[in-house]
């Protein structure tokens, strides 16, 4: 099964926690950037548009039909994906399996990120959640290879 681990990250925490994943899931990864005005998105209109679900304009994603499954690794903001995971995610999903893992330093978020991928056509099929805080790939990596292994079944 091809695999894709999609992240968004804004400090590099997340950006550690997909790349641990990708290496120990032997996935290929596309980072989500945005581009333009809100390419330096603050905290506060970000979590304002996290808040109402409105996408951030984000860099053309590689071919996404390529892959059965896609993990998307993004932060929590304001209880809700950021602006540019919405963006992915209304890329369209086609009815792939759709994993989501989400890094917090406060929160969880299953309720929103589940409904937002099944809104743009996904099935999320499982959800994991971390709260930590730290970019070092490898403190990610033991939790990375549980998900990884979790995969494989």
């Known amino acids: 099964m091809k695999t894709l681990v999609a992240y968004y990250s804004r ?21 989500i950037v945005m581009t333009g005005k809100n390419a330096k998105l603050g905290v ?54 759709v994993y989501a893992v989400t890094v917090s330093g406060s929160g969880k978020a299953e309720k929103h990120f589940i409904t937002a991928i099944e809104k743009h056509g996904g099935k999320c ?13 490898g403190a990610w990596a033991e939790d990375m290879g549980k998900i990884a292994e979790e995969l494989k079944d």
Request: net charge positive; hydrophobic share 40%; aromatic share 6%.
């Open 11 to 31: 400090t590099g925490r997340t950006r550690a926690a997909a790349l641990a994943l990708a290496k120990a899931a032997e996935a290929d990864t596309q980072e």
């Open 44 to 97: 506060i209109k970000g979590a304002w548009m996290a808040l109402r679900k409105k996408p951030a304009k984000i860099e053309p994603l590689g071919r996404l039909s390529k892959y059965n499954r896609i993990i998307v690794v993004s932060p929590v903001w304001a209880g809700n994906p950021p602006p540019a995971v919405n963006a992915f995610l209304d890329c369209g999903l086609g009815g792939r399996q």
């Open 125 to 137: 099929a499982k959800m994991w959640n971390f709260r930590r805080r730290g970019t070092d790939e």
